[in-house]
């Protein structure tokens, strides 16, 4: 029986193994119809979200739960951080992590109003490098309709967005240069950013 | 007459100023802002201006109802259109300048001198241009980034064509004195009311960011080149290259 178990066990070890082999090189085998999949979902969920009449509190709390979901939410804050990382150490990077997480929900969360009533129509998809741009038409009441695109890669496995470009405005640049400014304003301390960001939420 | 005459000068001459010292870019640097002390002076100086008058401004006029803020904002859009036809011919853009100028007819006529936007309900939506992007088409490069008072953002190429679009504008050179003053009313209402409209997306940038110019300096320059068709993708802005598997996420995952 326990020779039966182990047995198993070595099997789904060298299954996993092998799976864990042959992921990297998965990268380019995410599809199109998965990238926009993943974009028409987390719009979808976002829209629930909205719909649910629930407190801004809570509806905030469930966008930081979106975001891990379907975003790259650990290269994100890399690229955020930038060169700034050099020298710390991973509790302080995955403390960072966590804390520019929730940051980031709270910033674009508190706007959710913007989008009650507002349609994403994707309008299409293509491989750039190693990564797949969806190209969507975002259309808001009161405003004419602009462009945003959605970067989606399967960096950890399963497909996910690392970068928002609105109208040419990347996300990704404008939150590295924010970052860059906090951490200049506190003297380059990045547990005093860690902690006033997650005070800010 | 003369002194129509003397401005049109004066644009020119400005112009091939502002071209002739177009600065190139420092290699190596983020973005070319050699101006960028000046330029920090200014954008805080806009920042009060925005604060005391604009953004009241556009706050009030959020508040009116969209039957009223809508129309106004039509008529200045068509009155925009002539001069977007030159720039649209200037460019060899066909296509843009033919679809504006069926806009300027449609909208002038059957949206009552153009305060419905009649045309867009029929599928023909406003080919935005202006004379920075003629001196785009024509080959000027896009200069050293510098904040406008009272106007903004704006490249030195930007800023040459902001100079000619106003000081050509065909409705103070062609149309009588009261449609260039309605033309000129209805331009700063129209920016009173995007203000309204855009108002939270400007206030985060203005106010919540951790360093508002360099937050502005960042989108115009994206945005403006988006606009252009110039190749401001990814990584093209300080040649920060954007790839999802190029980073080492250890500690951050």
């Known amino acids: 029986m326990s020779q039966h178990v182990s047995r198993r066990l070595l099997l789904t070890g060298a299954v996993a193994g092998l799976a864990a082999a042959w992921l990297p090189r998965r990268a380019f085998a995410l599809t199109s119809g998965q990238a926009t999949g993943l974009v028409d979902n987390a719009v979808a969920e976002i829209n629930g979200i909205i719909a649910s009449g629930r407190s801004e509190a809570q509806m905030i709390r469930q966008f930081e739960g979106v975001f891990q979901r379907y975003g790259d939410t650990a290269y994100i804050a890399a690229f955020a951080l930038g060169n700034d990382r050099r020298g710390k150490t991973n509790a302080q990077l995955s403390a960072f992590s966590d804390a520019f997480g929730t940051y980031l929900a709270q910033k674009y969360g508190r706007r959710f109003r913007e989008f009650i009533g507002g349609q994403i129509e994707v309008q299409g998809a293509r491989n750039v490098d190693n990564y797949i741009e969806v190209r969507t038409r975002a259309i808001l009441r009161g405003q004419a309709p602009f462009e945003v ?40 301390n990045l547990d005093a950013l860690i902690s006033d960001l997650r005070n800010a939420a | 007459m003369f002194y129509r005459f003397s401005l049109s000068h004066l644009a020119a001459a400005l112009t091939l100023a502002a071209l002739g010292a177009c600065t190139a870019p420092q290699p190596g640097a983020e973005f070319n802002d050699p101006y960028e002390e000046t330029n920090r002076a200014v954008h805080n100086f806009n920042k009060g201006l925005d604060r005391v008058a604009l953004r009241p401004a556009g706050q009030a ?18 009155l925009s259109l002539p001069g977007m036809i030159i720039n649209g011919v200037l460019q060899g853009d066909a296509d843009g300048a033919i679809t504006n100028f069926m806009r300027l007819v449609i909208n002038t006529t059957l949206g009552i001198g153009g305060l419905a ?15 920075g992007e003629t001196l785009h088409v ?111 996420l250890e500690g951050f995952e």
């Open chain 1, 149 to 188: 695109d959605f970067h989606v890669s399967d960096r950890p496995g399963r497909p996910v967005f690392f970068n928002i470009v609105i109208e040419g405005v990347n996300m990704l640049l404008a939150e590295r240069t924010e970052i860059g400014a906090m951490l200049d304003r506190r003297g380059g």
């Open chain 2, 138 to 248: 024509w080959g000027v490069p896009e200069g050293a980034y510098i904040e406008l008072p009272g106007l903004g953002p704006s490249t030195e190429r930007d800023a040459a064509g902001q100079i000619v679009d106003f000081a050509l504008n065909p409705l103070s050179r062609l149309g009588t004195t009261d449609l260039a003053r309605a033309g000129t009313a209805s331009r700063a209402a129209d920016l009173v009311i995007a203000r309204g409209r855009l108002s939270d997306t400007i206030d985060s940038v203005l106010y919540e960011s951790a360093d508002s110019y360099a937050q502005s300096r960042l989108i115009y320059l994206q945005n403006r080149r988006f606009e252009l068709g110039e190749p401001g993708g990814n990584g093209q802005i300080g040649g920060t290259g954007i790839d999802p598997f190029a980073l080492d």
């Open chain 2, 117 to 131: 936007d009649i045309a867009a309900e029929m599928g023909l939506e406003e080919e935005s241009t202006d004379f």
């Open chain 2, 61 to 78: 006029a959020a508040a009116l109802p969209e039957g009223v803020t809508q129309p106004v904002q039509n008529f200045a859009d068509n």
